[in-house]
Antibody
Framework: QVQLQQSGAELVKPGSSVKMSCKAS????????IYWIKQRPGQGLEWIGR????????NYNEKFKGKATFTVDKSSSTAYMQLSSLTPEDTAVYYC???????????WGQGVMVTVSS | DIQMTQSPASLSASLGETVTIECRAS??????LAWYQQKPGKSPQLLIY???SLHTGVPSRFSGSGSGTQYSLKINSLQSEDVASYFC?????????FGGGTKLELK
């Protein structure tokens, strides 16, 4: 069955960076895009962007350019997102999800809680 | 960016009742719309895609409809396990955007 297993919660200091992972299983990793979505506590959802594991091509929401960086390791079917120059506004749950190029998200990871605090 | 306005923000309904949640886009999204259900502490789960197609394994009491800028999610015969938040999402144009969510509770 399709699974997206994300890394564990992070507590980080303002100004630092964090890198989280999303390990895919149960399907051909390179056949679907990996999307990243942000959800602040008690709030709605924001699309950060996506990466195509096969081609490595990326699309970023303008709002997150310079904040988020996507990479993949095809050998381990794992996608990564690095967030830089963290501020308290980056405190949120970050989800990875699977989808086609211009489509919905059919499977989601369990989310990574990132807390930015001194 | 396409703005997605979801209503109501919260909703209280009784078991067995029919519930409708609305989502309005700021421009035509040509049925590029999905609905998700999110239970507390869990990740969102896909319910509907292409405005009216039911995702695999989703109970048939859920249905989606609409076109242009107006879309809706209907839940027939509300069950206790349907207590959750619901979000719409457009994937017609970048950046993809979500509605603000509807929190559904039991009366």
């Amino acid at each position: 069955q399709v699974q997206l297993q994300q890394s564990g919660a992070e507590l980080v200091k303002p100004g630092s960076s964090v890198k989280m992972s999303c390990k895919a299983s149960g399907y051909t990793f390179t056949s679907y895009y990996i999307y990243w979505i942000k959800q602040r506590p008690g709030q709605g959802l924001e699309w950060i962007g996506r990466i195509g594991p096969g081609s490595g091509d990326t699309n970023y929401n303008e709002k997150f350019k310079g904040k988020a960086t996507f990479t993949v390791d095809k050998s381990s079917s794992t996608a990564y997102m690095q967030l830089s120059s963290l501020t308290p506004e980056d405190t949120a749950v970050y989800y990875c999800a699977r989808g086609l190029r211009r489509a919905w998200f059919d499977y989601w990871g369990q989310g990574v809680m990132v807390t930015v605090s001194s | 960016d396409i703005q997605m306005t979801q209503s109501p923000a919260s909703l209280s309904a009784s078991l067995g009742e029919t519930v409708t949640i609305e989502c309005r886009a700021s421009e035509d999204i040509y049925n590029g719309l999905a609905w998700y259900q999110q239970k507390p502490g869990k990740s969102p789960q896909l319910l509907i895609y292409n405005a009216n197609s039911l995702h695999t394994g989703v109970p048939s009491r859920f249905s989606g409809s609409g076109s242009g800028t107006q879309y809706s999610l209907k839940i027939n015969s509300l069950q206790s396990e349907d207590v959750a938040s619901y979000f719409c999402q457009q994937y017609y144009d970048y950046p993809w955007t979500f509605g603000g969510g509807t929190k559904l509770e039991l009366k």
